[in-house]
């Protein structure tokens, strides 16, 4: 059995090459023994997907790989993370609800529904409609949810007054803390525009959120 100590994260280059060749079998079978071997969901998340999608973005903006090889490998790598659900959730549910979206015209989703895995985990019930929804359907959503949380991610820089444009709009109706994050705000930002909203705050990844979760207060 490998072992792996907290200083030696594991490798994301047998991954990166198995997605890019779109080896959905292969990529599953490596990535179900790293969780056997006990690699947490945590680190596989971090450090082997994200890093391997942000290898395969830099890949493609050299193009380097075709368009066609970066879809297949979000597609492989959103099929696996569906296959390791069942592993996630908590028996242990604590009767709290989160809504998830991405901001209106936004399609990247994976990292946001790396977000409601984590809720999984923490035993909270997670609402996420899809990528690219209209910020009026989303309200619509969260008015009939009525969850305890809204987190909403945002991958475009350019998309960033979008975000604000559905954080005015759930704070002029709710009193609901709201969690950003997203790669747009990847070089900052990010606490800036949670500052100018209340109860809002920008966790940067899953490390922080698991944190933030376990030490929740609705007013804290
Ligand atoms: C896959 C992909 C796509 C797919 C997405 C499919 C899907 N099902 O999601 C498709 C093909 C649709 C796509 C399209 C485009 N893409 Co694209 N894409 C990517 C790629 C390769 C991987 C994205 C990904 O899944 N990353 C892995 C996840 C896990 O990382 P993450 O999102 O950062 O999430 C982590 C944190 O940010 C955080 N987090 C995320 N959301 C949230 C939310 C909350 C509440 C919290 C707490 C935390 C949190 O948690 C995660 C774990 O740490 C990236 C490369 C990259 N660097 O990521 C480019 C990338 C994001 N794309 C890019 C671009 C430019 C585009 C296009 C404009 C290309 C084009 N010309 O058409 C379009 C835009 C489409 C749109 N309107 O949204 C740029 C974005 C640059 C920018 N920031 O502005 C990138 C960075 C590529 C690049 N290097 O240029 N893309």
Redesign the pocket.
Known sequence: MRTFNTNTQPNHDHYLALILEGNRADASIHIKDLAAEGVSILTI??HI??TA??????L??NNQIT?AE??I???V??SIMNELFYGIVSRQRQSRKVV?G?VE???????????ADIFEMKGWDTYFPG??VPANEMFRYVEKQRPDMV?????????IPLLEKMLRLIHHTFDLPV????????HGGGQDVAGRYPRTR?????K??ET?IDQYQPYG
């Open positions: 998340y971090e997907i994200k999608l942000y290898r395969v973005g830099e493609w903006e368009v970066e879809h490998a979000t597609s790598t959103e998830l991405c015209t936004e399609f990247h989703q994976v990292g946001v529904k790396m977000v990528s690219n987190a909403l991610s945002v991958s475009i820089y350019s998309h969690i950003i994050g997203g790669q747009a705000f990847r920008y966790i940067a990844d899953l922080e959120l933030f």
